[in-house]
Antibody
Framework: QVHLVQSGAEVKKPGSSVRVSCKASGGPFSNSSIAWVRQAPGQGLEWMGGIIPIFDTPHYAQRFQGRVTIIADEATNTAYMELNTLRSDDTAVYYC????????????????WGPGTQVTVSS | DIQMTQSPSSLSASVGDRVTITCRASQSISNFLNWYRKKPGKAPELLIYITSTLQSGVPPRFSGSGSGTNFTLTISSLQPEDFATYFCQQTFSSPLFTFGPGTKVDIK
């Protein structure tokens, strides 16, 4: 059974950057499809972006375009999410999740999930 | 962009109650709809995918239905571990995804 292990909590200053890693362990993670989702305090789940190799390039939610970069290193079964120009409202728990596929291209679901990484942005 | 709404935003229920949560899409998403349970301090858990397929290991008290723009998640008999927040997710616009705002289920 594949498990996703994320890097540890981070405390960052406004305007800086954070990089969160997500490593698949317990088995190979086929096709390296990963999504990143965050949950700010008292808020819902927010999809930030992800990599699905069949689409060739990463895709990002519009509100994060230009500020987030997601890459996947298939050699090490590790994905990374980097968020730049941090603001206080970027304080959140950041999750990675595997993207699974059904028979149709749009049949996607997120499983498994990493345990989450707390990122706190504070001066 | 496809917008997702959920109702109610919160509800109070007792153990053993039947609970129904509704999710609506701003346009037809066929059956490309998933449900997740989120407990405080824990990662989300996949419950149901493609509207009605129960994820392996998820108890059969959970069921999903719907198509087009209207979807429901039903918990036939609420258990203590079900007090949590539930989120729907559309994948029609894959590889872009959207979650609903969530429905919090707490103890009456």
């Amino acid at each position: 059974q594949v498990h996703l292990v994320q890097s540890g909590a981070e405390v960052k200053k406004p305007g800086s950057s954070v990089r969160v890693s997500c490593k698949a362990s317990g088995g190979p993670f086929s096709n390296s499809s990963i999504a990143w989702v965050r949950q700010a305090p008292g808020q819902g789940l927010e999809w930030m972006g992800g990599i699905i190799p069949i689409f060739d390039t990463p895709h990002y939610a519009q509100r994060f375009q230009g500020r987030v970069t997601i890459i996947a290193d298939e050699a090490t079964n590790t994905a990374y999410m980097e968020l730049n120009t941090l603001r206080s409202d970027d304080t959140a728990v950041y999750y990675c999740a595997g993207v699974r596929f059904g028979d149709l291209l749009r049949e996607n679901w997120f499983d498994p999930w990493g345990p989450g990484t707390q990122v706190t942005v504070s001066s | 962009d496809i917008q997702m709404t959920q109702s109610p935003s919160s509800l109070s229920a007792s153990v053993g109650d039947r609970v129904t949560i509704t999710c609506r899409a701003s346009q037809s998403i066929s059956n490309f709809l998933n449900w997740y349970r989120k407990k405080p301090g824990k990662a989300p858990e996949l419950l149901i995918y493609i509207t009605s397929t129960l994820q392996s290991g998820v108890p059969p008290r959970f069921s999903g239905s719907g198509s087009g723009t209207n979807f429901t998640l039903t918990i036939s008999s609420l258990q203590p571990e079900d007090f949590a927040t539930y989120f729907c997710q559309q994948t029609f616009s894959s590889p872009l995804f959207t979650f609903g705002p969530g429905t919090k289920v707490d103890i009456k």
